[in-house]
Structures are given as C-alpha cells and as structure tokens.
C-alpha cells in the first residue's frame, strides 16, 4: 500500500465524528413573543364552556357541574362567566379570567431563564415566573410547546401555600390557533380541595364582543 495514502486513512480515521452543536433555548421573551404571534390574526373569540368536578372540604366531597362562556379579546382582554356557580366555586371565574396571556405575563412577572422538559408526547419550555409586584402569587410556572408555542399547563403558587394546576389539550388541527379543546383543573386551597374539567364547545371566533363581559369581575 502506498504510504501516503496508509497515512491519510489513519489520519482519517483518527479524527473525531462531527457533533451536533445543541439548539440554543431561546429567553423568556422570545419564548412568549412565539406565543403571541402563533395567535396573530385572533381579534376575538367566545366559547361555551361545560365544567364537571367534585370540591371536598372537611371531610365532604360534592360534585360540581357548571356551564358559562369564556371570552377572549386581543391583545389581553379575558373573561369566564359561570351560570349560577356553587358559592365555594365562585371564585373559579376570578381566578381564570385573571391567568394573563402571554402579552401580560412579561409586564406582570419576572421570568427566569427558560428549561427544557418532555410534556406529553413532545418537549416543552418551562417559564418560571415571581411577580414584579405585591401579589398574592408566590410563583407561576408555565409550560409553553416547542412545536406550537400553545400554553400547555401552568401552576399558581400561592403565598398562603395554596395551589392551581390547569392542564390544557388542543384542538388538533380545527384551528390554527391551537385553542383548547379540555382543561383540567386541580385546586388545593386552605378552605377546599377540587378537580375539574372545563370542556369547550364551539368557538365563535373574531366577532365583536359586548364590552361590558369584561368588567363584572
């Protein structure tokens, strides 16, 4: 054999196999701005909705069943109204009309450097959150696709120790905008406990919506 050629084949196969250099996660803002944009075109939407669930406090669980509409117009106005709501549910529309949007969440939190995490069947950006003000939220931690930049779940952490957990699925592929087809809900808080699922009926999408909904909570 050559001794040249001998050389250049040891030489070869001495060098090391290129690797891949990792995608570079991108910040918080980048993240929610995908977010915001995966939306773009969204002027409004109003959707039925239908809850079922069981509150337990003491040592009673009751089951809950509500419907109400939830309202969203942009950028970051949202509303969910409960038809004759059980007193110790009340508050759910409160509390889920005043989540934020990804519009909302950078003024209202400071957002640590973003993680990676599987999340269902693909991977996920995990934003944690403290607010920039007094709050009665300790944390919101949130969990946004790579692939869609839907919000899939947050959690709200509380000062007094209280906890809500809500977990979205897609529409898969109806709409563009990837709006929830179920929500569940899992609420630990010092009066009661409860698990619920928000079932979402019909979206009527970017139709003019009355703007009094938004200020009756």
Known sequence: ??????????AVAATPAAVGTPTPI???????QRSERAWHGLASYQVPVTINGSVRVSIISLPVRMTGTQYYEAPDRQALHLNNPPRLAAGLG????????PQTWLQDYAIAAPTTQPHGSHTAYVLVGTPKRESRVKTMTIWVSATTYAL???IFAYTNGARLQV???HHPGITQYHLPRTANITANFP???????ITYGAYVLNQPIPQSVFGQH
């Open 1 to 10: 054999m050559n001794t040249a050629f001998a050389i250049t084949l040891v």
């Open 26 to 32: 991108p910040d918080a803002a980048t993240i929610l």
């Open 94 to 101: 409160n509390t889920l009309s005043t989540m934020g949007t």
């Open 152 to 154: 899939e779940s947050v």
């Open 167 to 169: 977990t979205f699925v």
């Open 191 to 197: 009066s009661y406990r409860g698990n619920a699922t």
